[in-house]
């Protein structure tokens, strides 16, 4: 059975997901989605569990879901993966806001993915969904075998993610949700970057963004 765990951190209370397989022995391989902040924190608390750091993924290059990954790249030596289209940001600390912040931070992905590609990391397969608006290269990670979404800020709980900041683009966004989102199985469990989970079903009937 695949499981998710979260721990919410940084600045603006970010949700930093990890997802394995409960049935592993000894110590079990994750996957880390959003590494906001605080790498070495991160790496000793899924240690201090019994996890073990197979590849760490990202939405997108905000800094607020990115100011994690160099250390916690460095401690486990897992690969960073990241859409394709989001190499601009994640490299400009301009681009990705983190200069705003007093926090300027670049960092360049082990493995850039394309749209409707599907990895498997840690024994889990996971399709790439392109998701543009947010930031160019927005993307969300769809788990078919768990019925999962990790949706980044693409998509909230009745609320979409902003779209004023460097490459972001209002209209794009709501494309993106109801063409590439909204197909999914209503039941599809939806999680956030910022807020509680969500599903597919719920956002389609009551998200005044997208309805």
Same mark, same amino acid.
């Given at each position: 059975?695949?499981?998710?765990?979260?721990?919410?951190?940084?600045?603006?209370?970010?949700?930093?997901?990890?997802?394995?397989?409960?049935?592993?022995?000894?110590?079990?391989?994750?996957?880390?989605?959003?590494?906001?902040?605080?790498?070495?924190?991160?790496?000793?608390?899924?240690?201090?569990?019994?996890?073990?750091?197979?590849?760490?993924?990202?939405?997108?290059?905000?800094?607020?879901? %990115?100011? =994690?990954?160099?250390?916690?790249? +460095?401690?486990? &030596?897992?690969?960073?993966?990241?859409?394709?289209? $989001?190499?601009? !940001?994640?490299?400009?600390?301009?681009?990705?806001?983190?200069?705003?912040?007093?926090?300027?931070?670049?960092?360049?992905?082990?493995?850039?993915?394309?749209?409707?590609?599907?990895?498997?990391?840690?024994?889990?397969?996971?399709?790439?969904?392109?998701?543009?608006?947010?930031?160019?290269?927005?993307?969300?990670?769809?788990?078919?075998?768990?019925?999962?979404? %990790?949706? =980044?800020?693409?998509?909230?709980? +009745?609320?979409? &993610?902003?779209?004023?900041?460097?490459?972001?683009? $209002?209209?794009? !966004?709501?494309?993106?949700?109801?063409?590439?989102?909204?197909?999914?199985?209503?039941?599809?469990?939806?999680?956030?970057?910022?807020?509680?989970?969500?599903?597919?079903?719920?956002?389609?009937?009551?998200?005044?963004?997208?309805?």
């Amino acid at each position: 059975m695949i499981k998710i765990g979260r721990i919410v951190i940084g600045a603006v209370q970010t949700n930093c997901y990890f997802l394995y397989r409960e049935e592993q022995e000894g110590e079990r391989d994750v996957i880390v989605f959003d590494p906001a902040d605080l790498g070495q924190y991160l790496f000793d608390k899924l240690k201090e569990k019994g996890f073990r750091v197979a590849g760490i993924c990202l939405t997108h290059g905000h800094f607020d879901h %990115i100011f =994690g990954t160099g250390k916690l790249r +460095e401690l486990s &030596g897992a690969k960073l993966y990241a859409y394709e289209q $989001e190499e601009e !940001l994640l490299t400009s600390a301009a681009r990705n806001c983190s200069d705003q912040v007093g926090r300027p931070y670049e960092v360049d992905a082990d493995v850039y993915l394309r749209d409707e590609e599907e990895i498997t990391i840690a024994g889990i397969t996971m399709k790439v969904i392109a998701t543009p608006g947010h930031t160019k290269g927005s993307c969300c990670y769809y788990v078919r075998e768990a019925g999962m979404l %990790i949706c =980044g800020d693409t998509l909230f709980q +009745e609320s979409v &993610g902003r779209a004023d900041l460097p490459t972001g683009n $209002e209209g794009t !966004l709501i494309r993106s949700i109801r063409e590439r989102l909204f197909p999914l199985p209503d039941e599809t469990v939806c999680y956030p970057g910022h807020g509680d989970q969500t599903t597919i079903g719920h956002e389609k009937q009551y998200n005044p963004f997208c309805c």
